[in-house]
T-cell receptor, first 114, second 114 residues
């Protein structure tokens, strides 16, 4: 298995632009998680899905953030409009039976908003 | 809600020396516990996990961790550190039962001196 695949690896965008981050989970995994990592706040859970259904989005910082999972093999995290404070590394992770068996993380997308 | 504390932000050891990274958790019942490692520019990789049973668990890359309920700790150890172990290490806790998401500590950065 290729693991969790995220794209792009790096994204530089101007403030106000829309940004879309993509994730392909491991085939057969029924949970998908989006995390954000910053120096100041560490790893923060933004949202997670079970069988493509959003379960908990309480970590989404603002309405500018949205996430979808149209099918079991694809998820997106969108920021519109983007702001400099959104600059971070965004990780996608997937697992079986929730986090209780450990996640498999993607390599992350480093987002820079200028 | 569960929480994790990693009291050491940065640890430096010499190659060949032993290593212990500390992790304390807060959770009302028996937690699920994990250690992850993150190399620069990479996602998090699962080192080991504890669910129940033997309190000393073995992981990949020669790491082990011991669950001590009385101390609410899950410290990571390695008898002899290699230069390639330099990375950031994260402890995480998951609630047993129906909860799905993991809570991560703030991480410990490990530097290995030649």
């Amino acid at each position: 298995d290729a693991g969790v695949i995220q794209s792009p690896r790096h994204e530089v965008t101007e403030m106000g632009q829309e940004v879309t981050l993509r994730c392909k989970p491991i085939s057969g995994h029924d949970y998908l998680f989006w995390y954000r990592q910053t120096m100041m706040r560490g790893l923060e859970l933004l949202i997670y899905f079970n069988n493509n259904v959003p379960i908990d989005d309480s970590g989404m910082p603002e309405d500018r953030f949205s996430a979808k999972m149209p099918n079991a093999s694809f998820s997106t995290l969108k920021i519109q409009p983007s702001e400099p404070r959104d600059s971070a590394v965004y990780f996608c992770a997937s697992s079986l039976v929730g986090g209780n068996y450990g996640y498999t993380f993607g390599s992350g997308t480093r987002l820079t908003v200028v | 809600a569960q929480s994790v504390t990693q009291p050491d932000i940065h640890i430096t050891v010499s190659e060949g020396a032993s290593l212990e990274l500390r992790c304390n958790y807060s959770y009302g019942a028996t937690p699920y516990l994990f250690w992850y490692v993150q190399s620069p520019g990479q996602g998090l990789q699962l080192l080991l996990k504890y669910f129940s049973g033997d309190t000393l668990v073995q992981g990949i890359k020669g790491f082990e961790a011991e669950f001590k309920r009385s101390q609410s700790s899950f410290n990571l150890r390695k008898p002899s550190v290699h230069w390639s172990d330099a990375a950031e290490y994260f402890c995480a806790v998951g609630a047993s039962g129906s909860a799905r998401q993991l809570t991560f500590g703030s991480g410990t950065q490990l530097t290995v001196l030649p």
